[in-house]
C-alpha cells in the first residue's frame, strides 16, 4: 500500500509511440526517479489524447504529484493534458522552459517531444522540472485566474 505523501512523490509517465523510446530512456537515464508507468509499452500506434487522460487521472486520483507526457512532437499530448483543469501542462525544449515552466507557472507535467527533443536534453529538462520550485508571489494570482476559467 502507498501511502499519500509516497504517492505525492512518485512521477507519472505517459507516451503515445512517438514518445514510446524517449520515455524507456529516461527511465533509464534517471534511475532514482518514482515512476508511475502508465504506458503505452510499444511501438505500436495509440492515441495520445488516452494517454494524456490516463496520467490526468492518475494525478487527480494523488497517485502522482507530478507527471511527465511524451508524444512525437509534444504538442498533441500537451493540448490533451491541458484540457484537463487541474493540469498544468508546459511543453519545453529546453532546461530553461524547464525551470521556469516551474517557477512562473507552478506546471504539474512536462511535456516533451520524443521526435524533436534529444536523450540527455530530455534527461535535464526533467531533473530541472523535478527540482525547481514554484516561485510564487505575483505568479499566484495569475495561477489563480487559471483556476478560474
Ligand atoms: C503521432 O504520429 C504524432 O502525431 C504524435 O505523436 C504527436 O506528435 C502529435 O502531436
Not at 6 to 32: N, T, Y
Not at 126 to 132: M, N
Request: a neutral charge; charged letters at 25%; aromatic letters at 4%.
Amino acid at each position: 500500500m502507498v501511502d499519500k505523501d509516497e504517492s505525492a512523490r512518485l512521477v507519472a509517465i505517459a507516451c503515445d509511440h512517438g514518445g514510446f523510446a524517449l520515455k524507456e530512456a529516461l527511465k533509464v537515464a534517471l534511475p532514482d526517479v518514482r515512476w508511475l508507468d502508465l504506458g503505452t509499452d510499444s511501438a505500436a500506434s495509440v492515441d495520445y489524447p488516452d494517454f494524456a487522460q490516463k496520467l490526468a487521472e492518475a494525478i487527480k486520483a494523488g497517485q502522482a504529484g507530478r507527471g511527465i507526457l511524451i508524444c512525437g512532437s509534444g504538442i498533441g499530448i500537451s493540448i490533451a493534458a491541458n484540457r484537463h483543469a487541474h493540469i498544468r501542462c508546459a511543453l519545453v525544449h529546453d532546461v530553461t522552459g524547464a525551470r521556469l515552466c516551474r517557477q512562473h507557472n507552478d506546471a504539474n507535467v512536462l511535456a516533451l517531444g520524443g521526435r524533436t527533443t534529444g536523450e540527455v536534453v530530455a534527461k535535464e529538462c526533467v531533473e530541472a522540472f523535478l527540482s525547481t520550485g514554484f516561485e510564487g508571489g505575483r505568479h499566484q494570482k495569475r495561477i489563480d485566474k487559471l483556476a478560474s476559467f
